[in-house]
């Protein structure tokens, strides 16, 4: 009788433990003022749609986790289409990887399927086109490659960088195949 | 394809001023033309040669009909600077005005030797005069309709550049949209014959022996006039522009940078001449 008054009186206490640290601390899911305000300059750059804005050199480094995980979330809002908005994520994210799901985006984006056509990526266009489209539609795992590259070259884990270019090369994307081939002599050897 | 390509020859034989039109660089698919003369148009389509698979070039001696009949616009230089015709939507001609103060805030620490000669410095004030003294105009085109951004028509206007909506409406990196412009701006050079493209040798290989193809038709380039034989062309100059950019300019970010290596490696790919290519390889390493 005793020790289930005591068994009893322990869980009431955890409850009022759990529900205390609850009212105490937000939801991890909730972004803070801080990664809501680098969240917000981020959009305000790419509406701009001035990829010349020193901002993007000056801000946005040693990004926070949480603010990553926004970036990343940004990231997969968008719609396909918009290459170059999401390629711009992927540079911002490929200058912060200090973690193991940073190289597991870029794995990720480096691996994304073609996109079929400007307009919708789904669907292919028989239409013609400027020359460079082959680039373009495949923007944002070129930019994921090219990050992976540098950071090899900057000296990341190289286990990381060459899963990066792994992924690249097995990509349906013929610019993506292309420029893995060309880069993949510098993930062996650091930049002197 | 075929009715635009009769298109584009029944505008060659008429010559007719301000009338026919021809895409110098867009895509396929139907122009905003008048309704040609049939039997004209059959008369010409026995010469008639345009790619199948990429772009629209002209031939010689449409460049050199194109010469005689602005031989005057030729001779007598202009003021620079353009307008835009009233029909620009003004969402269009705020990107245009945003992408151009871009360029002419450009500065740079050196340029290569090839650029000095096409451009001058790595300078936004040279890009500028390079761009201004070019082209005259700028108005709304189909341009062939399907994705592409710009065109010049040589036959209506060799000074004008022609937009389309999709100049705004889909999201390429800004470097890349200063590409093309930049790439339809050497068209405009009728003293130079336009700088017509050569036709891509057949078969057509990159570097890893993989046929080179249309990316939106995927027919092959081989034998399509898509490509260069010398640095100086459209696809030589943009990519000159483009790999100084990437290596010389002073005051871009590291995103513009890389965009803009990025698209002249793959703009390199069309230039086939082996002394061509190796030229510019040279300037580009020294």
Redesign the interface.
């Known amino acids: 009788m005793r020790r289930g008054a005591w068994a009893a009186a322990i869980l009431i206490a955890a409850a009022l433990l759990g529900w205390r640290a609850a009212r105490r601390s937000p939801p991890v899911s909730v972004p803070g003022a801080e990664a809501k305000a680098t969240l917000a300059l981020l959009e305000e750059i790419l509406a701009s ?6 901002r ?2 000056r801000e946005f480094v040693a990004l926070s986790s949480e603010e990553k995980g926004l970036f990343r979330a940004a990231y997969a809002a968008r719609p396909r ?5 999401r ?2 994520i992927v ?1 911002l994210l490929g200058r912060n990887l200090t973690a193991p799901e940073d190289w597991a985006f870029l794995r990720e984006v480096a691996a994304e399927p073609p996109c079929l ?3 919708d990526c789904a669907k292919p ?13 495949a ?1 944002p795992s ?2 994921a490659l ?1 990050q992976a590259h540098r950071a090899a070259q900057e000296g990341a884990p190289a286990d990381e960088a060459r899963s990066v270019l792994e992924a690249a090369r097995a990509s349906k994307a ?2 993506v195949t ?2 893995a ?2 880069l993949a002599p510098g993930f062996d050897k650091k930049a002197p | 394809m075929v009715r635009a390509a009769l298109l584009l020859s029944f505008g060659l034989l008429l010559a007719a001023p301000s009338r026919a039109a021809a895409p110098f660089d ?4 139907a122009l905003d033309v008048p309704k040609p003369d049939l039997s004209a148009m059959q008369e010409a389509a026995a010469d008639a040669r345009r ?1 199948r ?3 629209y070039a002209f031939t010689k001696e449409e460049a050199a009909a194109a010469y005689k009949k602005f031989a005057f616009g030729v001779r007598a230089p202009r003021a620079p600077g353009f307008t835009f015709d009233k029909d620009v939507p003004a969402d269009i001609q705020k ?1 245009m005005l ?1 992408d151009l103060a ?1 360029i002419k ?1 450009l500065a740079g620490e050196k340029a290569t030797a090839l650029h000095r000669k096409i451009f001058g410095a790595v300078s936004g004030a040279d890009y500028a005069k390079f761009f201004e003294t070019r082209v005259s105009a700028i108005g709304m085109n189909s341009c ?7 065109c010049v028509i040589p036959f209506r206007d060799p000074s004008k550049m022609w937009l389309t909506q ?1 100049f705004i ?8 949209r200063m ?2 412009v930049y ?1 339809e701006a050497r068209h405009t050079e009728t003293k130079n014959w336009n700088w017509g493209h050569a036709t891509c040798p057949t078969p057509f290989r ?1 570097e ?1 022996g ?1 046929d080179m193809k ?4 995927g027919a092959s380039l081989a034998g399509e006039p ?1 490509c260069d034989e010398t640095p100086l062309g459209s ?1 030589g100059s943009s990519t000159i522009m483009l790999k100084n950019i990437s290596k010389y300019c002073a ?6 940078k ?2 803009a290596g ?2 002249a ?3 390199m790919g ?1 230039i086939i001449d082996a002394d061509a290519k190796k030229e510019m390889q040279d300037d580009f390493s020294r």
């Not at chain 2, 867009?26 to 698919?29: D, I, L, N, R, V």
């Open positions: 749609r001035d990829d010349n804005d020193p993007l050199d289409e918009r290459l170059n908005e390629g711009t540079y056509s400007l307009a266009s028989a239409d013609a086109g400027e020359h460079g489209d082959a680039v373009t539609l923007y070129l930019v090219r013929p610019a292309r420029l081939r060309a | 867009g895509g396929a698919g790619s698979a990429d772009l990107q945003a871009f805030g062939g309709g399907g994705n592409a951004v710009a999709n409406r889909f999201s390429h990196p800004q470097v890349s590409m093309v790439h990159d890893n993989k249309s990316i939106w038709t898509a696809y005051n871009c970010t590291d995103k513009v890389m965009d990025l698209y490696d793959d703009q069309r």
